[in-house]
């Protein structure tokens, strides 16, 4: 059963009532399930359907095309020598297909762009110079290198510049759409579950389609990522690799940015990943966001030449904090680890990477959906001199109605309290935050927790006070 994704499948299936031909790329992270995607809406129906291989020479990719012609109606294929051959033996297959719209779905595309295969030019010939004179093709192709499909197709500035006729993202699931998959499973997790599940495996759906149901999340982790033989306990170096053709320099930037929490500026991830300054840097960190693995954020009144890169992929942090650390190939580090001091360290972090991840959802509970807003983050380096101290604010959504929620994300087992000496911090936070930015708009100051705030004498100060249950709005 298909999980939410209605907009995707929405914008899909409207392209069965074009009166034009259609070219579609969907892209988005390894295992975010766009094949599934695509086969579901569809049905699994398609008039012409072929994957490509991974890692395999031309002629190799050039004899599976020809098979799956073959396979799928196409009589007298010959030999195919090269891709404009095997686009003209698709040609003659559509023409004679009865099918009243031709649906072609070619999946991991990059794979099929072996060195000197001239593959792409074949493409731009079969789309511009045929598919684009009826009325009855569409095209569907999609892959795990979402920097190739970006670069190369979507991104692309020869024959196949601005020939998408739609482009379609497809991110993880919400905590929502994990409740909604974990009820469809049977599987009987709470919410607070959920989300420690979420701090781990993000919403990828291929990841939570091995929790079995019965066993705790922290069975299923340690059997997963720690036991010898788990299904993802090698998935770091597969991510990468399938994404990226050099996974090495990208590896290096997030390597980085793992070691530091708050995020790294450029020049900070060149010294610390001894990488050079150049265009293939700008490449990479361009790559990695588009995979949803960092993202790039100003402070307010700052530059964009100042921007900050932050890793806020949940899989890989896990890696780096966790599997990394299990030296001793213990097949139970996860439960071993829950509630030490590495752990409660660990799940403050990774809420508020999720609280980041699910600001639709903190909107919706703020009651500002329809609000234009931007998200940002802010911190000051420690002055002695004017006796400030160095502070980071993860999250501030700053309002067209002129209201900015400073937002301060905790998580704990139980009630939220907050104490005189944290009130004292956030009150001179909210300070030095007005000074800082010489900020003219209300500031609302909202607490997000996961059971909410006790209710004393200091919590009277918090505008807003947001739980792990409303992340679950949206």
């Not at 799928?72 to 404009?84: I, M, T």
């Not at 936070?429 to 609302?444: D, M, N, P, S, V």
């Amino acid at each position: 059963m298909l999980i939410g994704r209605d907009y995707e499948k929405k914008e899909l299936l409207s392209v069965l009532n074009s009166d034009n031909s259609e070219f579609i790329a969907i892209y988005g992270r390894r295992r975010v399930g766009k094949t599934y995607l695509i086969r579901e809406t569809f049905n699994y129906r398609f008039t012409f359907q072929h994957t490509g291989m991974a890692n395999c020479t031309s002629k190799k990719q050039l004899a599976s095309f020809r098979e799956s012609l073959l396979e799928q109606g196409a009589a007298d294929v010959p030999k195919l020598s090269n891709w404009l051959e095997a686009f003209s033996e698709l040609k003659r297959f559509l023409k004679i297909s009865t099918d009243e719209k031709k649906l072609v779905f070619i999946d991991e595309l990059p794979w099929l762009d072996t060195a000197k295969s001239d593959f792409l030019t074949a493409l731009e010939y079969f789309w511009n110079g045929w598919a684009t004179t009826r009325k009855d093709i569409i095209l569907i192709v999609c892959g795990s290198a979402t920097s190739w499909i970006v670069e190369k197709i979507i991104n692309n500035h020869g024959g196949l510049h601005n020939r998408l006729t739609k482009r379609i993202k497809l991110s993880p699931f919400t905590l929502k759409e994990c409740e909604e998959f974990c009820i469809s499973r049977n599987l009987a997790l709470s919410r607070a579950q959920i989300v420690e599940a979420y701090m781990i495996m993000g919403g990828i759906p291929y990841y939570w389609n091995y929790i079995k149901k019965g066993q705790s999340v922290a069975q299923n982790i340690d059997t997963l990522f720690f036991k010898e033989g788990g299904e993802l306990r090698d998935e770091f170096d597969m991510l990468y690799a399938s994404l990226f053709r050099r996974p090495e320099g990208y590896i290096k930037v997030v390597t980085a940015l793992a070691q530091k929490k708050v995020g790294m500026s450029r020049n900070e991830i060149i010294k610390s990943a001894k990488l050079t300054d150049n265009g293939t840097l700008t490449k990479m960190l361009n790559e990695l966001e588009w995979c949803g693995f960092i993202r790039k954020y100003n402070c307010i009144g700052k530059t964009n030449k100042e921007s900050v890169f932050q890793l806020i992929d949940n899989y890989t942090l896990f890696y780096f904090q966790f599997i990394c650390k299990n030296k001793h190939n213990d097949e139970h580090f996860w439960s071993s680890s829950l509630n030490s001091p590495l752990y409660n360290t660990w799940s403050g972090l990774a809420y508020e990477r999720i609280c980041l991840q699910h600001i639709p959802a903190i909107k919706c509970k703020l009651g500002i959906f329809g609000v234009l807003t931007n998200v940002y983050s802010w911190r000051q380096n420690a002055n002695e001199e004017k006796g400030f101290p160095g502070i980071q604010i993860d999250m501030l959504i700053d309002r067209h109605d002129q209201i900015i929620n400073l937002c301060e994300i905790k998580y704990s087992k139980a009630e939220y309290s907050i104490s005189k000496e944290y009130d004292s911090a956030l009150r001179q936070r909210l300070e030095l935050f007005r000074i800082g930015t010489r900020c003219k708009k209300a500031i609302h100051l909202t607490m997000i927790t996961t059971y909410g705030l006790t209710e004393n004498s200091y919590s009277q100060t918090v505008q807003n006070s947001i739980t792990m249950d409303d992340l679950f709005l949206c």
